[in-house]
């Protein structure tokens, strides 16, 4: 079955600090990978996506994120934390057949001033 | 703001009763999501439609029920509530099942 595992808890960094969150996945045929962003008291938020193509992809907000199919990882990651990027981060999967998204438990991000 | 809209945003009632969550998805989405968020499950994927079909169900009770409109609202129904039902209860949509989801703001259900 299609899922990911995201292996923190929670990541502190210092402000100003190289950001990464950790994400390895396990899917049957070619990964859709997700990673999204909660804050407090809001609903999730889409950051990036992989379909294909680079291994490394774009998203919202200064963040990245890097296929390792290899490693079957996608790791999150921003060169320099802001205290405002303090949040709630989810990697997700898309499930093949119905495509559902199947979403990790989550890893809190603190960014220390 | 997504464009997924969510009422009511607080919700407060007591165990055994029954209440109904709404959501309208963003323009033009046709795959509607529902979650329930609470501090010790994390994020629960409930059920999913698509165009107005049922296309998955996860980690649902039977004392819940959804269904997608024609016009794709949706609406997931929660009776006999009891007081581990408190959560945060989030609608998704995307344009196609599997796409990228865009979330609305939740709904706080509070069961006394």
């Known amino acids: 079955a299609q899922s990911v595992a995201q292996p923190e808890d929670q990541v502190n960094v210092a402000e100003g600090n190289p950001l990464t969150v950790k994400c390895t996945y396990s899917?049957?045929?070619?990964?859709?990978l997700f990673w999204y962003v909660q804050y407090p008291n809001r609903g999730l938020q889409f950051l990036l996506k992989?379909?294909?193509?680079?291994?490394l992809v774009k998203g919202s907000y200064g963040f990245e994120a890097e296929f390792n199919k290899s490693q079957t990882s996608f790791h999150l990651k921003k060169p320099s934390a802001l205290v405002s990027d303090s949040a709630l981060y989810f990697c997700?999967?898309?499930?093949?057949?119905?495509?559902?998204?199947?979403f990790g438990k989550g890893n809190q991000v603190v960014v220390i001033p | 703001d997504s464009g997924v809209t969510q009422t009511p945003k607080h919700l407060i009632t007591a165990t055994g009763q029954r209440v109904t969550l709404r959501c309208s998805p963003r323009?033009?989405?046709?795959?509607v999501y529902w979650y329930q968020q609470s501090l010790d499950q994390g994020l629960q994927f409930l059920i999913q439609?698509?165009?107005?079909?049922?296309?998955a169900k996860g980690n649902i009770l039977e004392r819940f029920s959804a269904q997608q409109f024609p016009d794709l609202h949706s609406e997931l129904n929660l009776s006999s509530l009891e007081l581990g039902d408190s959560a945060l209860y989030f609608c998704?949509?995307?344009?196609?099942?599997?796409?990228?989801?865009?979330f609305g703001p939740g709904t706080r259900l509070t069961v006394t």
């Open positions: 998704a949509s995307s344009v196609d099942p599997g796409d990228e989801q865009y």
């Open positions: 899917v049957s045929g070619n990964p859709y």
């Open positions: 992989y379909i294909t193509g680079d291994n």
């Open positions: 997700a999967v898309r499930v093949k057949g119905n495509n559902r998204l199947a």
């Open positions: 323009s033009g989405d046709l795959s």
């Open positions: 439609y698509y165009n107005g079909e049922e296309r």
